[in-house]
């Protein structure tokens, strides 16, 4: 089947720039959304973004491999059609209009197989431009990652310090109540000396409770310092991610399209080849083939003459057609059985 025009232009469509849409929103509108989570410590959103993105450049390199072993199935098939069409005869002998045919046929057998050939260079060259944009994206998101694995860290880290802080407090909280209570026991005490140790206990405690709370106090404006630099690093992190996988899933499908555009060329310049072994094939003629035979190959036109009847002894005289009958000869001069004698009785 010959493609039309518009069938081809059909499946030669151009590739649609997927770009207008995904950047008509924020990015930050859907990462962000799904990256947070109310553990102050918890990553799970972000750990989920990062596996996404793995996931997206697993995807990449997938497709990557699947153009280079089509480009080896192409190459292969061309290598091996080139070879087919080079070293097997295909109706060597024939002659005239249908040996022109033929020649053509070969021919263009011959160009199919260049063309699986020069497809097979075409698919390495997409799939080296799939696995440059896939490392570029890779060394992007790294500087982002180790950014927000040292924020992480840090938060991780202060946040420690923090609780540590806050568990002292607590503790000097308690001793100070305990030493209040204690100094309320002992009013009723004589010995002043004891009363003394527990003023100075209580005095010693209050003093390391306000000490404790001021740490404590550092400890959380310091944590509170690293969320906020934290959540701004956060909110940068998922929108370079979300523009790098909006940029990623457009450059993904137009590869595709790409792909699907140069099979679909492949058929179509296939086609128009062979149709050129048909117009060959149109021209042919039985009758032309049949004279050219004769033409060429002819020896003449005049029948061998009938082998005639010679008698060895009268050859001239005696000469009759073959197929005819003949009866006993009755000349003289011819001699039968009767005029020889046995040589033994």
């Known amino acids: 089947m010959v493609l039309n025009r518009s069938s081809e232009s059909r499946h030669l469509s151009l590739v649609p720039d997927l770009r207008r849409e995904v950047f008509s929103l924020s990015p930050s509108s859907r990462l962000l959304a799904s990256g947070f989570c109310s553990d102050i410590l918890s990553t799970i959103g972000y750990d989920n973004i990062i596996q996404h993105l793995n996931n997206g450049r697993k995807n990449c390199k997938e497709f990557e491999d699947f153009l280079k072993e089509r480009a080896a199935i192409e190459e292969k098939y061309g290598k091996d059609l080139l070879s087919l069409s080079r070293k097997k005869p295909c109706g060597q002998s024939e002659i005239n209009t249908l040996k022109r045919a033929l020649e053509v046929f070969k021919q263009q057998v011959d160009n199919v197989a260049q063309y699986h050939i020069q497809l097979a260079q075409t698919l390495r060259e997409e799939a080296r431009k799939m696995e440059e944009f896939r490392e570029k994206q890779k060394l992007q998101r790294k500087k982002t990652e180790l950014v927000m694995d040292a924020v992480h860290k840090q938060k991780s880290l202060q946040f ?131 004279e050219y035979f004769v033409n060429q190959r002819k020896t003449g036109q005049t029948p061998p003459a009938p082998i005639m009847y010679e008698n060895f002894y009268c050859p001239q005289r005696n000469a009759v057609p073959p197929g005819k009958a003949s009866g006993p000869n009755l000349d003289p001069d011819y001699s039968t059985i009767g005029d020889y004698s046995l040589l033994y009785q």
């Open 160 to 290: 420690k310090k923090t609780m540590d802080a806050k568990k002292i407090y607590e503790q000097k909280c308690r001793d100070k109540d305990e030493a209040e209570q204690a100094v309320n026991r002992s009013a009723n005490l004589v010995n002043p000396k004891q009363q003394e140790k527990l003023f100075v206990k209580l005095a010693t405690s209050k003093t390391a409770v306000e000490d404790s709370d001021k740490a404590y106090l550092q400890h959380v404006n310091a944590l509170e310092k690293i969320r906020e630099e934290w959540q701004s690093e956060h909110i940068k992190a998922c929108e370079v991610f979300e523009a790098q996988e909006c940029e990623r899933i457009n450059f993904f499908r137009n590869a595709l399209w790409l792909h699907v555009n140069q099979l679909s060329q492949q058929c179509v310049t296939s086609d128009e080849v062979y149709e050129k072994v048909r117009k060959s094939l149109e021209m042919c003629s039985i009758e032309k083939d049949i």
